[in-house]
């Protein structure tokens, strides 16, 4: 992420790292928790922060990739121009199917987010592996 | 040469399992540059996931007040 979503971005360095964090989710779905207690279970909480750090690390990066401008601390040194025509808007990521994205409303659509959304549709179908398996922890004796 | 390698003998409860606290034997690499941390962090990440244990040293927050 610092190198790739940091200080100064651009677009090679954050299409290497928007693909190592799908490598990583990738990975993710291998983690194996071997701790079932209730209490302190500090496996369990390292395993949940490190699924939402990389769901924040996914929307950072993929954001920071579809907006083709420099804007505050987004500072891109191949869009060093401010650019209020395409982008004075804000940016909102969505794991999305084929399906949900035709359900969202048009507005909701960035018009350069077409290369991101196909990284995201990806990415859901991982998700709803991570989902029904986070639930069968969640069903399993805990002892 | 085999690495050498150093057993840490830890005190372990764990509530609502353990009646009483036992202690578990685990051998780790003995490393010159080691601290127990350090120790700790390669039980629970290699061999036993279900250690878990505080810390407060390592982690950068030196003049940090906490509200």
């Known amino acids: 992420m610092e190198e790739g979503a940091g200080i100064y971005r651009d677009e090679p360095k954050m299409e290497k790292t928007c693909k190592t964090l799908r490598t990583l989710r990738e990975r993710f779905k291998d983690i194996i928790i071997e701790d079932r207690g209730s209490t302190f279970n500090t496996e369990v909480m390292n395993a949940l922060e490190l699924d939402f750090m990389l769901d924040v690390a996914e929307a950072v990066a993929n954001s920071a990739l579809i907006r083709r401008e420099s804007r505050g601390s987004h500072t891109r040194t191949d869009f060093p121009k401010r650019d209020d025509e395409n982008f004075l808007k804000h940016t909102l990521a969505y794991r999305t199917t084929r399906r949900t994205k035709d359900r969202l409303p048009a507005s909701h659509h960035h018009p350069m987010a077409t290369g991101g959304e196909k990284v995201l549709e990806g990415l859901e179908t991982q998700r709803s592996v991570l989902d029904s398996e986070r639930r069968q922890w969640q069903n399993q004796p805990l002892h | ?67």
């Open chain 2, 1 to 67: 040469m085999a690495e050498p390698t150093i057993t840490l003998n830890v005190t372990r409860y764990r509530p609502g399992q353990d009646q009483v606290p036992t202690t578990q034997a685990y051998a780790v690499p003995y490393k010159e540059d080691w601290v127990v941390l350090d120790a700790l962090n390669h039980i629970k990440d290699q061999m036993d996931g279900t250690l878990s244990y505080r810390w407060s040293c390592r982690m950068g927050a030196y003049a940090v007040a906490a509200a």
